[in-house]
Nanobody
C-alpha cells in the first residue's frame, strides 16, 4: 500500500515562492511515475509536473520556467519548488505515484497526460494573493 503525505502549502503574495514536499512509503517500484496535480474550485484537476524513474520531468505549459519538480530517492520524497507564483496558481495541490512500465515511459508525456494514478496524497492548499 503506497502512502503519500504532502506538505508545504500556504499563503503567499504574487511573486513569492513555496516548496511542496510529498513523503512516500510502502512502494518498491523500480519503474514509476510521480507527480503533482492541482485543482482549483470549480475547475477540473490538472497535471502540474511529473517525474519518472528515469528522472525525466514534464511540466504543464502554465508553470514552465517557474516550477521545478525533483525527487530525493534516499528520502523517498518528491518536491515541487514553486517560484514567481501567480494568483492563478491558487489551488489544492496533490501528489500522486504509481507503477509505470518502462515501455510506457518512452512516451515523454505519459506521466503527465496519460498515466492513471492509483495512489494519491491528501491535498495541500496553495493560495496566492495579488
Amino acid at each position: 500500500q503506497v502512502q503519500l503525505v504532502a506538505s508545504g502549502g500556504g499563503s503567499v503574495q504574487a511573486g513569492g515562492s513555496l516548496r511542496l514536499s510529498c513523503a512516500a512509503s510502502g512502494y518498491t517500484y523500480s519503474s514509476y511515475c510521480m507527480g503533482w496535480f492541482r485543482q482549483a474550485p470549480g475547475k477540473e484537476r490538472e497535471g502540474v509536473a511529473t517525474i519518472d524513474s528515469t528522472s525525466y520531468t514534464r511540466y504543464a505549459d502554465s508553470v514552465k520556467g517557474r516550477f521545478t519538480i525533483s525527487q530525493d530517492n534516499a528520502k523517498r520524497t518528491l518536491y515541487l519548488q514553486m517560484n514567481s507564483l501567480k494568483p492563478e496558481d491558487t489551488a489544492m495541490y496533490f501528489c500522486a505515484a504509481d507503477f509505470a512500465s518502462p515501455g510506457a515511459l518512452v512516451r515523454g508525456d505519459f506521466c503527465l497526460r496519460h498515466m492513471t494514478y492509483n495512489s494519491w496524497g491528501r491535498g495541500t492548499q496553495v493560495t496566492v494573493s495579488s
